[in-house]
């Protein structure tokens, strides 16, 4: 006599937090910082999401505010909503924009993109902006 068991589906569990640091400093003009974000990124292992828990800072040479995307397997645009703020460190304006958050992918992930971009003008006001990019991969493929 057989003994049917129902089969429960395996969860993906997230492995290690990833270190996230971008720093977007100016090129033209007085050096300024203009955005720096930290935080961390994880991938779950059944490769198909990813977890963030990020902080943004606005420098204080910058304007406007910074923005933040993520690009995923190099095509798929993210635009994180902002979750909360937090008291800003010294070099920051105002706070700091919180953003944590999940991402489930419709195919494999294999990575992600962190896209911080600030602005500032230099020189009178001509504006400029630079955007930095910084790819985390997924350990598990």
Known sequence: MAILVPVTPAHATYG???PVSVTVTSNAGPPLM???LTGTVAFDDGNT???YALQLCWGSGSYPSPSLSITVNGSTPLYPTMTGTATAPPGCQLYLSLY???YTHSTTLRNITVNVTGGWFYPGNSY???TKSVTY???YN
């Open 100 to 102: 944590n958050g999940e």
């Open 137 to 139: 991969d997924n350990p």
């Open 34 to 36: 203009l955005a720096q």
């Open 49 to 51: 999401k990813f977890r």
């Open 16 to 18: 290690p937090d990833q």
């Open 128 to 130: 400029n902006s630079r």
